[in-house]
């Protein structure tokens, strides 16, 4: 059964099939699932996934990051403040198409698999991954690289 529910939104003018991201859930859960139950417990929990143009992703990495530039993508999670009352959203993500777009092109591959890879990398920052040293971002990378079937 699965714990998390995933709400997908496209605020861009391409076409992106939300049936991508929704079928990476079971293979996180399976992957990730002690960590899950850590942060869920028994309860479940719903993420937000929004698709922008480097515009919006801009103004969202001005305003809460300090950061005057688009990027990739940005999460929000909601889990990690102790303070506020668990309303059922584990987190927000927000993946920039644009940027996405450009990404595939440099990496060689095409926009639905670099799509793919951000929407993990921001899921894995939900659950309390980061990667400000190496050894951060190696764990990081190994558990996307599962996710992926990489």
């Known amino acids: 059964m699965a714990k998390i529910k995933l709400h997908f939104k496209n605020e861009t003018r391409d076409t992106v099939d939300g049936a991508l991201f929704t079928a990476l859930m079971p293979r996180f859960e399976k992957i990730l699932g002690e960590r899950i139950g850590d942060f869920l417990g028994e309860k479940k929990g719903e993420i937000n996934l929004i698709l922008v143009a480097d515009e919006k992703i801009w103004e969202i990495n001005r305003d809460y990051r300090g950061k005057n530039k688009p990027t990739d993508v940005i999460s929000f999670a909601y889990l990690e403040d102790a ?19 450009a990404q595939a092109k440099d990496h060689g591959h095409d926009l639905e698999r670099e799509l793919m890879i951000l ?4 899921m894995l920052h939900l659950f309390g991954f980061d990667h400000n040293d190496d050894a951060e971002e190696a764990e990081m990378e190994g558990f996307a690289a599962k996710i992926l079937g990489a």
Do not use: L, W, Y
């Open 83 to 101: 303070e506020v009352p668990f309303s059922g959203t584990v987190g927000d993500i927000f993946i920039s198409v644009d940027t996405a777009r």
């Open 119 to 122: 929407f993990v990398h921001g």
